[in-house]
């Protein structure tokens, strides 16, 4: 059993209509089973009424286009014979001619555009209505060179005939609005203007960025140091461990003050006192000193200053002159050296902290270990990072 569907008659009487070819579905069932296929077939379909308005507004616009491009070539020949007899070549003069009525159509379609603001809708017209002006003075002044003054003016007339109807033609879409709908049509385009702003300045950043990771590690080791940055809390300021006593305040004098004015003594001034060593500065309770970096172990092959970090302070009565040179400095027993750590140090230190950590990242921890010193060179310090890095790895893998 075939069927197809058919679709009801929707023809009137007076309606417009016309025959198509269309696809139709038919389906064929035999024992149950369906199969589908396309049928061409033939049918009338009804047609909308005449649109007299859009009808009339497009046989506008095309005889004013036909009137601009007759006008155009019209100003374009007589600036072109004007500038071409004594300034430019003819090719040239006859392409420059064409420049005054190019101006005014786009002066007439940004006039068109802004017709909502009504200030930069005026620009855009009093500079049609200039350059208008100047096409049709050259055109005059062409007739004038030819002792035909009369034909220069009718030939200036061309474009002010296009120029005429193509106003009529805008003055189509052109509302008057109040001055409520203004404001409010013109904050919905400073909102939209300033997304559009905003998302253009945020992809030139974005594409900025892409090519300044994409061109070495400097710039992740510099996004590595400022998220460490932001991250860590302010630190206080450190104590004084420079194992010097501090100056000793004045102590008022008791006794008699003796008169500068009278007679100098006679008498030796006393010896000095014997001066008793400094004892050890006792740290403010309010400035608690930061952590210490860890002590490494020597023979890990690290350079001498890392040596001089990871060898114990010797306790006091023992270890012969140095103790007893911490004895009268009056350095505390647990001080450690003031000093950036060197490079190899700080690399195990970070290699502690975060073993799988990347290149860039040892280097921005490297770096903030030192306290910011790079040696005054970044890429050879980077260089050097990475290849300690390299280099205690493989020392750990042959002791492993």
Not at 324 to 344: K, M, R, W
Not at 345 to 366: G, I
Request: hydrophobic share 40%; glycine share 10%.
């Amino acid at each position: 059993m075939t069927e197809t569907p058919e679709t009801p008659p929707t023809w009137q009487p007076g309606m417009r209509r016309k025959k198509v070819t269309v696809q139709r579905p038919e389906t064929t069932v035999i024992d149950g089973r369906p199969s589908t296929r396309m049928v061409t077939v033939e049918e009338w379909v009804t047609l909308p009424p005449r649109d007299w308005d859009e009808i009339i507004r497009r046989g506008a616009t095309g005889v004013a286009v036909a009137v601009t491009l007759l006008a155009a070539a019209g100003t374009a020949a007589s600036v072109g014979g004007l500038l071409g007899r004594r300034m430019l070549h003819p090719g040239v003069a006859y392409a420059v001619g064409a420049v005054f009525t190019a101006s005014w159509l786009v002066c007439l379609g940004i006039e068109h555009i802004e017709r909502v603001d009504a200030t930069r809708a005026a620009r855009a017209r009093n500079a049609g209505w200039i350059m208008l002006l100047i096409g049709m003075g050259a055109v005059i002044t062409y007739g004038h060179e030819l002792n035909q003054t009369p034909a220069g003016v009718v030939g200036s007339c061309l474009d002010l005939a296009a120029k005429g109807l193509w106003w009529l033609i805008m003055g189509l879409d052109r509302v008057q609005l109040n001055a409520g709908v203004a404001h409010w049509v013109a904050e919905q385009e400073q909102h939209m203007a300033g997304r559009f702003l905003l998302g253009t300045r945020l992809a030139r950043l974005n594409r900025r960025a892409v090519h300044m990771r994409a061109s070495g590690p400097e710039f992740q080791a510099a996004e590595a140091i400022l998220a460490q940055a932001a991250n860590q809390p302010p630190q206080l300021p450190a104590p004084d461990t420079s194992g010097q006593a501090p100056a000793p305040a004045a102590v008022p004098v008791s006794g008699p003050v003796p008169d500068p004015s009278g007679p100098a003594p006679t008498t030796p001034p006393p010896p000095p006192a014997e001066p008793t060593p400094p004892t050890a500065p006792v740290p403010p309770p309010a400035a608690p000193a930061p952590p210490a970096p860890p002590v490494t172990p020597a023979g890990t092959g690290a350079s001498g200053s890392s040596e001089q970090q990871a060898e114990p302070e010797p306790e006091q009565g023992q270890g012969g002159g140095q103790g007893d040179e911490q004895t009268h400095t009056g350095t505390p027993p647990n001080l450690q050296p003031v000093g950036p750590l060197s490079i190899a140090a700080a690399v195990r230190q970070a290699r502690s902290e975060d073993p799988d950590q990347t290149d860039a990242q040892m280097v921005a921890r490297v770096l903030m270990l030192r306290g910011g010193d790079d040696g005054g060179d970044r890429v050879k310090f980077t260089d050097t990072v990475t290849r300690t890095r390299r280099r205690q790895e493989a020392k750990d893998r042959k002791t492993a």
